[in-house]
C-alpha cells in the first residue's frame, strides 16, 4: 500500500514552454501532498504544500507564479513549471502526506531537463 | 531559518557499524526523521524520534537529544544495499519535512 506515482519520469523541453508533472496516489487518498526540488547530489528542498480543494503554500523563495500547484482531487496534484529555463532542469519529487506527521511517501521523482 | 547539517560522505567496510549524525539550529519542531534515497530512487522512511532518546527499528537505530540539538542515525551489520544516501528530517505542525543535507554511505566489501 501507500504507492505513489508520478508522470512522466523524465522530460525534455525547450526553454520557454511549460511542462506539467503529475503526482498520483494510487492506493488511498491524501489530502496533503509536497512538492519538492533536488539538485544532483544534494537534498531535498521543499518547495510547496499542495492541499486538496485550496491554494498550494509556497516556501519562501519559490515563484507562485513559475510553480504552478493544482491539487484538484484526493488522489493527484500536477506542478507546472511556466516558462521554463535551464536553470530550472532539475529532480522533481512529489510526496503525500502518510498516517503519522513524520512519514512521508514519496514519488519516483521527474527528471527535467530543460534546453 | 531551519538548518540541519550532515557529513557529506561516509565509508565503511561490509559488517560494520556507522553513525550518521545530524545537528540542527531550530526549535518547535515535532521530531526527526530519518530517510534513505538510493541513487535516482524515492526517499524512503527509516525511523523517527519523537522524544528524545534512541529507537531501535531492525538494524537501524535513531538517536534524538533536543538539549544538544543532535541527532544520529546508527546502521550496524552493514549490507552492500546499504549504500545511498541518507537525509535527516524535521517535522512540524504544518506536517512538512524540512531535509538536511544529506550523507552519502559507501560501504565497500
Known amino acids: 500500500g501507500a504507492v505513489v506515482s508520478q508522470h512522466p519520469s523524465w522530460v525534455i523541453c525547450k526553454s520557454g514552454t511549460s511542462v506539467k508533472i503529475e503526482c498520483r496516489s494510487l492506493?488511498?487518498?491524501?489530502?496533503?501532498m509536497f512538492w519538492y526540488r533536488q539538485f544532483p547530489k544534494q537534498s531535498l528542498m521543499l518547495m510547496a504544500t499542495s492541499n486538496e480543494g485550496s491554494k498550494a503554500t509556497y516556501e519562501q523563495g519559490v515563484e507562485k507564479d513559475k510553480f504552478l500547484i493544482n491539487h484538484a482531487s484526493l488522489t493527484l496534484s500536477t506542478l507546472t513549471v511556466t516558462s521554463a529555463h535551464p536553470e530550472d532542469s532539475s529532480f522533481y519529487i512529489c510526496?503525500?502526506?502518510?498516517?503519522?506527521?513524520?512519514?512521508?511517501?514519496f514519488g519516483p521523482g521527474t527528471r527535467l531537463t530543460v534546453t | 531559518g531551519q538548518s540541519l547539517e550532515q557529513p557529506s560522505e561516509v565509508t565503511a567496510v561490509e559488517g560494520a557499524i556507522v553513525q550518521i549524525n545530524c545537528t540542527y539550529q531550530?526549535?518547535?519542531?515535532?521530531?526527526l526523521s530519518w530517510y534513505q534515497q538510493h541513487d535516482g530512487g524515492a526517499p524512503t522512511f527509516l525511523s523517527y524520534n519523537g522524544l528524545d532518546g534512541l529507537e531501535e527499528t531492525g538494524r537501524f537505530s535513531s538517536f534524538l537529544s533536543r538539549s544538544d540539538s543532535y541527532g544520529y542515525l546508527l546502521l550496524q551489520e552493514l549490507q552492500m544495499k546499504d549504500s545511498a544516501s541518507y537525509f535527516c528530517a524535521l517535522s512540524y505542525n504544518t506536517d512538512k519535512l524540512i531535509f538536511g543535507t544529506g550523507t552519502r554511505l559507501q560501504v565497500f566489501p
Open positions: 531550530t526549535s518547535g519542531f515535532y521530531g
Open positions: 492506493d488511498f487518498q491524501a489530502t496533503t
Open positions: 510526496s503525500a502526506e502518510g498516517a503519522q506527521t513524520y512519514e512521508q511517501y
